[in-house]
């Protein structure tokens, strides 16, 4: 008796995300975006940043919802911890970035994933944003990324996931490469 393959789902869809990229091809100023963030201040280190439009395929795109999220520092920076600090959102966008991309790439791959979970850990000597050492960078000295994933694959299928994860991940290119950062007043 044979028993039925099942089809592979990690819930992407790679014949639309393809398509996309055969429509941009044609296209290519299409494939411009721009992303956006508000930041309100409350208090102290406390800021609230909203989420809702951008602006790709040539006009402004909206969210499903607006998307808030509370920014702070905790107690023992004499704050009040009313949500992750900023460069734990760092983190937080890496891992996002490395996993959706994962499972984008076992999709495309036939590969199916049973369960992924990410630790990531960024290095930093806070002397440096303190003021208390002008020799000392303000960001992280380093970040790792460990993952386990169960997948139906061999330990290089998996390991070959995450590599081309890592080289289209937008965070991560935006974490190892420099990016012009313009700040002014209004």
């Not at 790709?56 to 920014?71: K, Y």
Request: glycine letters at 8%; hydrophobic letters at 40%.
């Amino acid at each position: 008796m044979q028993t039925a393959i099942q089809p592979i789902d990690n819930g992407v869809n790679v014949t639309a995300l393809l398509g996309a990229r055969e429509a941009l091809t044609q296209a290519p100023e299409a494939a411009r975006f721009i992303w956006r963030a508000h930041c309100d201040w409350v208090r102290g280190t406390h800021s609230q940043i909203a989420v809702e439009d951008f602006h790709g395929l040539g006009e402004t795109q909206h969210h499903q919802r607006r998307f808030t999220f509370e920014v702070d520092h905790p107690e023992v920076f004499a704050a009040e911890d009313h949500g992750p600090t900023p460069v734990e959102y760092v983190l937080v966008g890496l891992a996002g970035c490395l996993t959706a991309g994962i499972a984008a790439v076992a999709q495309h791959r036939g590969i199916q994933l049973r369960s992924m979970r990410a630790s990531v850990e960024g290095s930093m000597d806070i002397q440096g944003i303190l003021g208390m050492d002008p020799e000392v960078r303000n960001g992280f000295d380093d970040i790792r990324v460990s993952y386990e994933i169960d997948a139906d694959a061999s330990r290089a299928e998996i390991e070959a996931l995450v590599a081309q994860s890592q080289k289209r991940s937008a965070v991560y290119d935006l974490l190892t490469n420099p990016t012009h950062v313009m700040v002014t007043v209004k």
